[in-house]
């Protein structure tokens, strides 16, 4: 059994920051890329950020230079840090862990960015 767990979500005033993180536990191994995606209400899943095992990254457009995506591979663990938020950023934030034996996805965080 897998567990995925996120936390760190919340409402926070526009410019402000809010980090992540994501712990996978329990049978799990074999770790490959792990990211974040987000879902806007009404809007299709987005990809927000990747980060390879070896710790190369990819960004959508719309956060570079404001979010950083980083992993603790001892903790199977995946942050993101963001900052200088946007009510455009509103969104569920969801988790998402590639191993060897298929994907798996967190259950999603809140956050919300108030104008």
């Known amino acids: 059994q897998v567990q995925v767990a996120e936390s760190g979500g919340g409402l926070v005033q526009s410019g402000g920051s809010l980090r992540l993180s994501c712990t996978a536990s329990?049978?799990?191994?074999?770790?490959?890329?792990m990211g974040w995606y987000r879902q806007a209400p009404g809007k299709q899943r987005e990809t927000v950020a990747l980060i390879t095992r070896g710790g190369g990254t990819d960004y959508a457009d719309s956060v570079k230079g404001r979010f950083t995506i980083s992993r603790d591979n001892a903790k199977n663990t995946v942050y993101l840090q963001m900052n200088s938020l946007k009510p455009e950023d509103t969104a569920v934030y969801y988790c998402?862990?590639?191993?060897?034996?298929?994907?798996?996805w967190g259950q999603g965080t809140q956050v919300t960015v108030s104008s």
């Open positions: 329990g049978s799990i191994f074999g770790i490959l890329d």
């Open positions: 998402h862990i590639q191993t060897l034996h298929g994907p798996y």
